[in-house]
């Protein structure tokens, strides 16, 4: 993600995706993305026509849990009929 970021232009878009559930590897990814790269906005995922999963709390930034809850999108295997993945959306200001 660092790498990546650090190559995207002012105003570029980054999507982090992963097909993993761990909270570890999304939710805390991001609050961590979050707090280390202040240049980083979350932005609004468009809408699927698959109803996405709760959103778990995670325990690095509990300041950032709201922000991660309203734009990054859970998707679990029962729910989605899929194998199950995350999605975060940032943009660089």
């Known amino acids: 993600m660092k790498q990546g970021w650090r190559m995207l232009k002012k105003g570029g878009v980054m999507v982090y995706s992963t097909c993993s559930l761990s909270i570890q590897q999304n939710e805390e990814n991001v609050a961590w993305f979050l707090n280390e790269f202040k240049a980083a906005k979350l932005e609004k995922i468009p809408k699927f026509n698959i109803n996405p999963a709760k959103i778990k709390q995670q325990a690095m930034h509990h300041e950032l849990q709201k922000e991660i809850e309203t734009y ?22």
């Open 72 to 93: 990054c999108v859970r998707f679990d295997p029962i729910q989605s009929n899929t194998s199950g993945f995350f999605v975060a959306r940032f943009k660089k200001e």
